[in-house]
Each structure stands twice: as C-alpha cells, then as structure tokens.
C-alpha cells in the first residue's frame, strides 16, 4: 500500500485576499479554481508546483461564511526559507504578521519563525540553508 499528500484544506472567508497572501507574499501559484454555484463555494489550490507530484493547500470558501473560528484542532503549515531574516523582513515590509520574530526553536537550534495569513492560520517558517 502506499500513499502520497495531495493537499491541505482549509477555509477562508475572503478568498481574494487569501489568494493574494499565499501567492504574492508567499510566492505560491493558482494552479486552480472553480467555482459551484449551486453549492455557494469556491475551491481554490495553490501550491509551488503541479498538483501530479506536489502537495498544495486548497482554500474553500464558503459564500455565506465571511470568517471562520480556527478552534485549536489545527496547528500550522511549515515552510522551508533559505534565509528567514531577509524572508521576515521582507514579508513584514509586505504587510504580513509576523508573530514569532525568526530565533531557535525551544530546547533546539532550529530557527524558526510564525507569520498568520488573513484569517489567522500559523505559517512556521523553518530556515533550511
């Protein structure tokens, strides 16, 4: 048996703005979108690469639901940076939020980060030289 990732679900209640922070801060594409009228959603993917041999983030957006409370289910999306000082520092100038200035980890030598997309979702930042 053997099993691949193929994506990470989450919802949004701004679907542009979403879009635009994972693709213009984070430097993701729109692979894809599509919209169900019936059903009053959009789906959306965006990832680094092709859906065939990368895992991507679906955001689904509900029409009717403008926010969403994120419980304390879900932790967060790690993303490897080669340099998360110059990375942070660039993305606070783009007006992200940066929640965890770039340092180690706790009990480890890791350098990490935590920046929030427009609903609030944690993106760790791990430094990856």
């Not at 979108?33 to 680094?48: C, E, I, K, S």
């Not at 690469?49 to 009717?64: C, F, P, Q, R, S």
């Amino acid at each position: 048996m053997s099993f691949r990732l193929l994506h990470t679900m989450i919802r949004v209640g701004d679907l542009d703005a979403s879009i635009a922070f994972y693709t213009g801060l984070l430097g993701m594409k729109l692979l894809r979108r599509q919209d169900y009228p019936d059903r009053r959603f959009t789906l959306a993917f965006v990832g680094y690469g092709d859906e065939a041999a990368n895992a991507v983030i679906e955001l689904t957006h509900n029409w009717d639901t403008p926010r969403y409370d994120l419980g304390n289910g879900f932790g967060h999306i790690a993303l490897g940076v080669p340099d998360i000082h110059a990375t942070c520092d660039a993305l606070a100038k783009a007006g992200a939020k940066i929640t965890r200035p770039p340092g180690p980890m706790k009990h480890g030598t890791t350098i990490i980060a935590f920046i929030e997309d427009p609903d609030g979702y944690k993106i760790e930042l791990i430094e990856r030289k």
